[in-house]
């Protein structure tokens, strides 16, 4: 690459690359995982412990609903049947929640990307503001331990996708097809760390908690 020679062109280079402004200052992780592995559980613990955004859009989506906005209305109807809500209106969600905090020190996704086409749009959003995800944490949890829990959730959740075993069976075949490759998308960037989610509350917060320590260092 053939560097700048004029002097003074040279110096604002070199001041754009250096700036701490410029530099990567935020920390993002995605808390990964199928319905019921804990992302809810854990996320409130770790925005607790790093003070970072939390950004559900399971839980937008819901409030939505309850405001009974025209999305919220839209989105119920997928929600409902255990599907996925389109990707333009959870990236549009996502997109305005990053622009509402403009100082956060770093911003955890729950429940997004849950499309190939969704974790994109992230990495896209996240460039724009000179900025990535540092870490994907997946929780792993074997399928009938998934559904125990959900249906244990169902008993009090209030939340109509909890209530029907089928429809839980479904969002878990919509996981596999549709959520695992996001996985593998974050694999290519080596940003991907398995934690044993079935373990209680506290043994998978400290596992998350290391490799963060670790990844902020
Ligand atoms: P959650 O609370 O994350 O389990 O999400 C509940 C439901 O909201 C899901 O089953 C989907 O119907 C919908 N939903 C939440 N997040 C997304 C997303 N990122 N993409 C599409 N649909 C979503």
């Not at 999305?71 to 809500?85: N, T, W, Y």
């Not at 959870?90 to 996704?109: K, T």
């Not at 839980?168 to 044993?196: G, M, N, S």
Request: proline fraction near 5%.
């Amino acid at each position: 690459m053939n560097l700048p020679v004029n002097p003074v062109f040279f110096t604002v280079y070199t001041y754009i690359c250096c700036s701490p402004r410029v530099i990567i200052n935020m920390f993002n992780l995605i808390l990964f995982g199928p319905p019921g592995s804990g992302k809810g559980t854990q996320s409130a613990k770790l925005v607790e412990k790093y003070g970072l955004i939390h950004l559900s859009t399971g839980d937008l989506l819901r409030k939505e609903r309850q405001l009974k906005t025209p999305l919220g209305i839209e989105a119920q109807q997928f929600i409902d049947k255990g599907q996925l809500v389109p990707d333009e209106v959870v990236i549009g969600m996502i997109s305005s929640a990053l622009d509402e905090n403009p100082a956060a020190r770093g911003f955890l996704f729950d429940g997004f990307p849950r499309t190939v086409a969704q974790a994109e749009a992230l990495d896209k959003l996240l460039e724009l503001k000179k900025s990535s995800i540092a870490l994907v944490l997946f929780l792993d949890v074997n399928e009938d331990e998934l559904i125990q829990r959900l249906v244990n959730r169902g008993k009090t959740s209030g939340r109509s996708d909890d209530a029907d075993e089928s429809i839980q069976r479904k969002r878990q075949e919509v996981y596999k097809h549709e959520t695992l490759p996001v996985a593998a998308h974050y694999e290519k960037f080596k940003k991907v760390v398995h934690i044993d989610g079935m373990r209680g509350i506290d043994d998978v917060f400290s596992s998350l908690a290391v490799h963060i320590d670790k990844k902020i260092g």
